[in-house]
């Protein structure tokens, strides 16, 4: 690991010789604008329409295969 720290610091010590006299500090490089809508209530899909393509469904929801072995939970 010792040298690829060494190659790190050298690109580190290379971007220090780029002159950046007048050039303003930035967070990013390109504008940015708020892109979010605004958080408005509608209407929720109606459950049959929502589960319609569920290739696995149980009382109203999605049945999945278990992912965690063992008992417990949150």
């Given amino acids: ?6 190659v790190i610091v050298g690109y580190v ?10 050039v303003p500090p ?5 504008t940015i604008h708020n892109v979010f809508r605004e958080d408005e ?3 929720s ?3 049959e329409v929502a589960l ?3 290739p696995g469904r149980r009382s109203g929801f999605f049945c999945v295969p278990r992912v965690l ?3 417990g939970g949150a």
Avoid: C
């Avoid at 010590?13 to 007048?22: A, E, N, W, Y």
């Fill in 1 to 6: 690991m010792a040298h690829e720290l060494s």
């Fill in 13 to 22: 010590d290379q971007l220090r010789s780029v002159p950046t006299d007048g």
């Fill in 26 to 30: 930035t967070a990013h490089p390109l």
């Fill in 41 to 43: 209530p509608a209407d």
């Fill in 45 to 47: 899909l109606d459950p």
């Fill in 52 to 54: 319609g393509n569920a």
């Fill in 69 to 71: 072995d063992g008992e």
